[in-house]
């Protein structure tokens, strides 16, 4: 199947980033067209920080800069994809209506001189904002240029949560929504009987401000849920203007897959006509190639594995993260792959050009501030101009994932709220360490959301998943039983959407699924360890498990529950399901997931050295392979087709160099 470009005006991947020309005088942007065409660029973003140039005061704008960039840049033949700059209020805005300003849960009202210093749910801001999305859906319709539409600018980043007395109007009218006007169906939902906390009229319900002691975790996600619907509805706004006016021009917004944890995503995925991602890598970890994967994966499932957009990531060292780690050479291209090879179709960067002054101004650019001089410059031109046109036939084809992971922003925010069995439940930790297992065993993953079908993967990893609800646990018992590989990890299955506890022994909505019961939790202390058959070793949980139905597969050794079941297997219908009942690190899994590998008949790639990064991809007309070499020292893969970097033909094997990326059209 041909999938629908992301971007229908434009014929090729995409290559550039933001650009920010209000930065530099106007002498300088034809310099910059001109470095553009030299690197390769073919779009670019404008105007997502230029609310106050393009508005100065209410209801009085000024596009005459703006329209000599889009005018410069159409005539060196630069598409844009033009932003709304709505994620950065003007000063006049604060001053005219002070109840725009962000309050945070303790009552702090937070000042301006940042970005996205709004709160989401302020009548004035919206009213505002849409008079400027209005103005320049007017005025840029029909520009020659425009390519993409780009609203506003990474949602919930900083501005997540509001407390102000607006938001908690418009709190207590969407509970009125989600409760059909019912207040005893919100006390019900929300357990108030406990504590007394018992509601009598809707003004009396309050945003979850700091408190004496933990506050109502029900009001808490209730209160995450709408917080995610607000920045959405501020999204829709926005859009819905723009397609008033270019219904054939697509809209999106730059998500923070992974790293945002305050937005629902999945709810996001359907109201943006192109899926695109901002990912920084994270310098200092060792393994940051396999956080970069997964952050890549997850964009592609939210966008129901279709072709999705790298909006941004950095050519080189970031300024925000605690040391600033440089890239090395070839890193630059090898990251940026990296996201093509998992369902990208665009590499762009923040930003174009390095600047001088502001928060950022240590942040890499395309453009360093050395200029043409630099060895960044250098791989940026061949990346734009060497590489990426070789590799245009990529277009169109799809991902080919051999397993899913399960991954839900509600159970995220619901297992990390206060007054749980340990302070050590963390749902990434947990996900990262099942992806980590199954990319060093070189299987590509999509995510999947707890509700949707998953008859099309033989394997299916639960990781964290507190929060079941009655249809998510119908879905899993379903899929085990047609014949699905089911692998649950420890404390899933707990409560229900509003954070109440399924009736009955642990694991409740999964304890007939995985034939056991769990008699009570047994969180380890700081640094505790427990150890199991094989000489694997846990930490952070353990859990005295009784069998009914399941059989033991590993027993604990040692610790609070010797002697008991640690890792179970359970045959439900045509399927089995497995359940871990201890904190298990990558390696640790590589005892348990070569059995459960063999049960859903998924065979990893023999023969592929640690460090190299494979990933499928198909389409139409043929099926490609994707090698990255993240290591120092050359590898030799089984391999038979053309290699489109280099143009070699390759008999049964390719060649991967140290450190570089090859891609095998396969006949």
């Not at 179709?345 to 174009?352: G, K, N, P, Y």
């Amino acid at each position: 199947m041909v999938q629908r470009p992301p971007i229908p005006r434009l014929d090729q991947l995409a290559y550039g980033g933001d650009y920010n020309p209000e930065q530099w005088p106007a002498e300088v942007w034809a310099q910059d067209v001109a470095l553009m065409r030299a690197a390769g660029v073919n779009l670019v973003s404008v105007g997502i920080f230029s609310w106050a140039l393009l508005e100065p005061a209410p209801d009085e704008f000024d596009f005459s800069w703006l329209d000599k960039v889009l005018g410069l840049l159409h005539d060196g033949g630069i598409r844009v994809d033009l932003a709304t700059p709505t994620a950065v209020p003007p000063a006049w805005l604060r001053r005219t209506h002070p109840d725009t300003r962000l309050v945070d849960r303790t009552g702090a009202v937070l000042g301006g001189g940042a970005r996205q210093s709004f709160c989401p749910s302020s009548p004035a801001y919206a009213q505002a904002a849409a008079r400027i999305t209005e103005a320049i859906a007017a005025r840029y319709a029909d520009h020659p240029a425009l390519a993409l539409w780009h609203v506003h600018n990474e949602y919930g980043g900083v501005n997540a949560l509001c407390y102000c007395a607006g938001s908690t109007e418009a709190f207590r009218d969407w509970l009125r929504g989600r409760y059909d006007d019912d207040l005893a169906a919100l006390n019900a939902a929300w357990g108030t009987s406990f504590w007394g906390q018992r509601y009598g009229d809707w003004t009396e319900i309050e945003a979850p401000t700091a408190a004496p002691t933990a506050v109502n975790p029900a009001q808490q996600l209730d209160f995450l849920r709408f917080s995610s619907d607000a920045h959405l509805a501020n999204f829709r706004r926005e859009r819905d203007i723009l397609r008033r006016h270019t219904p054939d021009v697509p809209v999106t917004t730059n998500f923070m897959l992974a790293n945002c944890k305050t937005l629902d995503y999945w709810r996001w995925a359907d109201e943006v006509d192109v899926v695109a991602n901002d990912h920084y890598l994270q310098a200092e970890r060792a393994d940051n190639v396999i956080e970069l994967a997964m952050c890549a994966d997850l964009t592609r499932s939210v966008a129901g594995g279709r072709p999705w957009l790298l909006m941004e990531h950095s050519t080189s060292a970031v300024n925000w993260q605690p040391r600033n780690i440089a890239k090395r050479p070839g890193e630059l291209a090898r990251n940026s792959l990296a996201h093509l090879a998992r369902g990208a179709e665009s590499v762009l960067f923040f930003q174009w050009r390095a600047a001088r002054f502001g928060a950022e101004k240590f942040h890499s650019a395309m453009v360093p501030h050395g200029g043409t001089g630099t060895r960044i410059w250098r791989e940026v031109v061949a990346l734009g101009t060497e590489v990426l046109p070789r590799l245009d036939e990529l277009r169109g084809t799809t991902v080919v994932a051999d397993a899913a992971i399960l991954w839900d922003w509600q159970s995220w925010w619901a297992v990390e709220l206060e007054w749980r069995p340990s302070v050590d439940l963390d749902f990434r930790e947990r996900v990262e360490a099942c992806y980590e297992r199954l990319w060093r065993d070189r299987l590509t993953v999509d995510f999947a959301h707890p509700e949707r079908s998953l008859d099309d993967y033989p394997l299916v990893v639960v990781p964290s998943l507190y929060l079941t609800t009655p249809a998510a646990a119908d879905n899993l018992r379903r899929y085990v039983a047609r014949g699905g590989t089911l692998l649950v990890s420890y404390f899933s299955g707990i409560v229900d959407a509003t954070d109440t506890v399924h009736p009955g022994a642990y694991p409740g909505a999964l304890r007939e699924l995985l034939g056991l019961t769990v008699d009570e939790f047994l969180p380890l202390r700081a640094g505790e360890t427990v150890t199991l058959a094989q000489g694997l070793t846990g930490d952070v949980w353990a859990e005295a498990v009784e069998l009914a139905g399941a059989e033991a597969v590993l027993r604990y050794t040692d610790g609070p529950a010797a002697g008991g079941p640690a890792v179970t297997r359970h045959s439900y219908g045509a399927g089995t399901a497995w359940y871990v009942s201890t904190r298990l690190d990558a390696a640790a899994l590589g005892s348990v997931l070569p059995r459960v590998y063999a049960e859903a008949g998924i065979a990893p790639p023999d023969g592929v050295p640690g460090g190299v990064e494979l990933v499928r991809r198909s389409g139409p007309a043929a099926d490609y392979l994707i090698a990255i070499n993240h290591t120092g020292d050359d590898a030799v893969l089984p391999a038979a087709g053309t290699e489109l970097i280099t143009g070699a033909s390759c008999a049964d094997t390719v060649a991967v160099p140290a450190g570089q990326v090859r891609v095998v059209r396969r006949e």
